[in-house]
C-alpha cells in the first residue's frame, strides 16, 4: 500500500486524542451538524403529533363525560392558567430550579470525586458502594423530614436531597465510564511516562463522558424530583409548595399547571444537556448521535 507523502489540502483532516485512536479523516459529505433546519424540526413531529393525540383525547374525555374541574381539569383550563398568571410559575420555577441545580453540582461533584477513587482502588468500591446502595434505596418521602429536622427550614435541606437522589446515577456512570479506557491507550500513555493525574484528564476522563452525560440526564430529573417533594416536606416557596397548597384547596388546575410547569423545566435540561454532549462527544458516530 502507498502512503501518500504530501497532504491534500481539499480534503481538511480533524484528529483528536480519544483512547489511543485518531478520528478518522473528514470528507466532504456532511455531517450532523450539517443537517437543514428542516430536517431537526422533522425529527420533532413524532413527539408532537403523539402529545397532540393524548392532549386532544384529554379534552375530549373531560367535555363529554363532564368531569369537574376539581377532579381533572381540561388541558385548556391548564393552558388559561398557565397563561393567566405566567409570572407566578416562573418566579416558583426559578426556585425549584435553582436547588435542583445546586443540588446536581453538590451531587455531581461528590460523585465525581468518589467516582475517581472508587475506579482507582476496588477496594474503596467494595466498601463504599453498599453504602451508596443504601443511601438510594431509601425513601425521599423519610428522609426528607429529618433533613428539616437536623438542618432546619432553609434552602440547605432542598438542596442536600436534590443532591442525594443525583449522587448514585452519577457515581454509577463515573465508575463505569473511567474504567472503560482501551488498554492500548494507557499502555501508551504510560510509555510516555504519564502520571495518574495525566492519565485522568487526558484519557479517562474524556473517554468517561458519553457514561457521564447519560448518568447525568438521568440525575438531573432525579434532583429536580427531589426538590420538589423537599418543598413539600419543609419549603415556603417553589412549584413543590405550590402544588401542595392547590391539592389542599381542591385547585387542581393550578397543581397541573405546576406539574406542567416541572416538566417544561425538566425537557428544557434534558435539551440542553442533549445539546451539549453533541457538542463534547463528538467523536460519536452519527448514528449515535441522531
Known amino acids: 500500500m502507498t502512503v501518500p507523502r504530501g497532504r491534500d489540502e481539499s480534503r481538511p483532516y480533524r484528529f483528536g486524542l480519544v483512547g489511543a485512536r485518531f478520528i478518522a479523516p473528514a470528507t466532504s459529505a456532511p455531517g450532523p451538524g450539517a443537517t437543514s433546519g428542516l430536517n431537526r424540526l422533522s425529527r420533532l413531529i413524532p413527539t408532537v403529533?403523539?402529545?397532540?393525540v393524548i392532549l386532544i383525547g384529554w379534552e375530549l374525555a373531560v367535555r363529554l363525560w363532564q368531569v369537574p374541574a376539581?377532579?381533572?381539569p381540561g388541558p385548556s383550563a391548564v393552558g388559561a392558567r398557565l397563561v393567566g398568571d405566567p409570572l407566578f410559575f416562573g418566579r416558583e420555577g426559578l426556585v425549584t430550579l435553582s436547588e435542583a441545580l445546586g443540588g446536581l453540582i453538590i451531587g455531581g461533584g461528590l460523585a465525581l470525586?468518589?467516582?475517581l477513587l472508587m475506579a482507582q482502588w476496588r477496594w474503596l468500591e467494595r466498601a463504599l458502594l453498599p453504602v451508596a446502595v443504601v443511601a438510594k434505596v431509601t425513601p425521599v418521602v423519610v428522609i426528607a423530614p429529618l433533613f428539616v429536622l437536623w438542618f432546619g427550614f432553609d434552602a440547605w435541606p432542598r438542596l442536600l436531597i436534590a443532591a442525594l437522589l443525583a449522587f448514585f446515577p452519577?457515581?454509577?456512570?463515573?465508575?463505569a465510564g473511567l474504567r472503560a479506557v482501551p488498554t492500548a491507550a494507557r499502555e501508551v500513555l504510560l510509555t510516555l511516562d504519564a502520571s495518574t493525574v495525566d492519565e485522568v484528564l487526558l484519557l479517562r476522563l474524556p473517554s468517561a463522558l458519553p457514561q457521564l452525560f447519560a448518568?447525568?440526564?438521568v440525575a438531573t430529573t432525579?434532583?429536580?424530583?427531589?426538590?420538589?417533594?423537599?418543598?413539600w416536606v419543609g419549603g415556603d416557596r417553589g412549584l413543590g409548595r405550590a402544588i401542595l397548597l392547590a391539592n389542599s384547596n381542591l385547585d387542581t388546575t393550578t397543581a397541573l399547571a405546576g406539574v406542567a410547569t416541572i416538566a417544561s423545566i425538566?425537557?428544557?435540561?434534558i435539551g440542553l444537556l442533549t445539546l451539549l454532549e453533541?457538542?463534547?462527544?463528538f467523536w460519536q458516530a452519527p448514528l449515535d448521535r441522531s
Open 49 to 52: 403529533a403523539f402529545l397532540a
Open 70 to 72: 376539581y377532579l381533572m
Open 113 to 115: 470525586g468518589t467516582g
Open 170 to 175: 452519577i457515581l454509577i456512570g463515573a465508575v
Open 215 to 217: 448518568a447525568l440526564k
Open 222 to 231: 432525579l434532583a429536580l424530583l427531589g426538590a420538589v417533594v423537599a418543598e
Open 266 to 269: 425538566g425537557m428544557a435540561l
Open 278 to 281: 453533541r457538542r463534547y462527544v
